[in-house]
């Protein structure tokens, strides 16, 4: 029987945490699903581990990034994406977590009036079971428009984790959406941007959610050398380009984010992108005074 939806996963030394990320896929009520699990030329038991996986239940599939493709997560998601056969597409990564009615909801609130896109809630997951789900937040409802969306992302926090997502593969492929394989950081607001620009209708599923794991600050998120706070920078000029015009307050308010983050730990890389900084808000005053005080 041919899977109504993909899960595609990117993974890398991952035999601590995968299990049970594809454990959180195997309790899914809805059951017509392929899970591609993309390995990066892992070095520990990770595909001994899947392989396991995949022998008790064939739905499950471990395939090995090609040789002559670019290593990294990016490369390992194009590469399932290309030999995904669902018409939807969920994307997760190794050591995150579904909620059980996570695909079924969606599929349903997706059928009613054949939306593009659909989302849930989310929150963050850690190894000693403190988990924080985000509620009532802005974007937890239907949209139109993926202009509305983003100004209701802009809200707080920004963004909805990639796996918060189901996506129509078919709009994927009209719009030549693709994971951009040279980025090292910011790989899933690039994607995003791509998908926003695209316009979907979004609907949203209620009760079900998605969980985040924050196993440690060394992730591809995080800004901790100065190299990854330039990529973050270089990736947030090719989204500005697409999207400053479509919906300007998520630039604004996603510039501004990447400045917190920026101007602690490296203010003068902050001084030197100065003119990518500078209209990051409409109070250009505030910020050279803000800019000052950290160099004192």
Avoid at 234 to 247: D, M, Q
């Amino acid at each position: 029987m041919k899977p109504e939806v993909s899960i595609i996963i990117p993974s890398y030394n991952r035999s601590h945490c995968i299990g049970e990320t594809l454990q959180s896929v195997q309790r899914q009520s809805f059951e017509a699903w392929e899970c591609l699990v993309v390995d990066d030329g892992s070095t520990d038991d990770t595909k001994e581990l899947v392989t396991a996986f995949a022998k008790a239940d064939s739905r499950i599939q471990l395939l090995q990034r090609p040789d002559e493709k670019i290593k990294g997560a990016n490369s390992c998601r194009n590469y399932g994406f290309s030999k995904s056969k669902g018409n939807y597409i969920q994307w997760l990564d190794s050591d995150d977590l579904i909620s059980d009615r996570k695909l079924a909801a969606q599929l349903e609130q997706m059928a009613v009036a054949k939306n593009d896109m659909a989302t849930c809630a989310w929150g963050y997951y850690k190894e000693a079971k403190t988990n924080v789900l985000h509620e009532n937040l802005e974007v937890y409802r239907d949209f139109k428009t993926s202009k509305q969306f983003l100004k209701a992302l802009s809200q707080k926090f920004g963004f909805l984790p990639i796996h918060a997502y189901l996506i129509s593969k078919s709009f994927l492929n009209m719009h030549k959406i693709v994971w951009d394989e040279s980025l090292s950081t910011n790989q899933d607001g690039d994607f995003m941007s791509q998908v926003f620009l695209g316009n979907p209708s979004i609907v949203y599923a209620p009760d079900v959610h998605v969980w985040y794991r924050l196993e440690n600050t060394q992730t591809v998120s995080s800004i901790d050398q100065k190299e990854k706070a330039i990529a973050a920078i270089n990736s947030w000029k090719v989204i500005e380009k697409r999207l400053a015009v479509f919906c300007p307050e998520y630039i604004r308010f996603m510039k501004k984010k990447l400045y917190d983050r920026v101007v602690i730990k490296f203010p003068l890389l902050v001084e030197e992108e100065h003119a990518f900084f500078k209209n990051r808000s409409t109070n250009s005053v505030s910020w050279i005074r803000k800019f000052k005080s950290i160099l004192r």
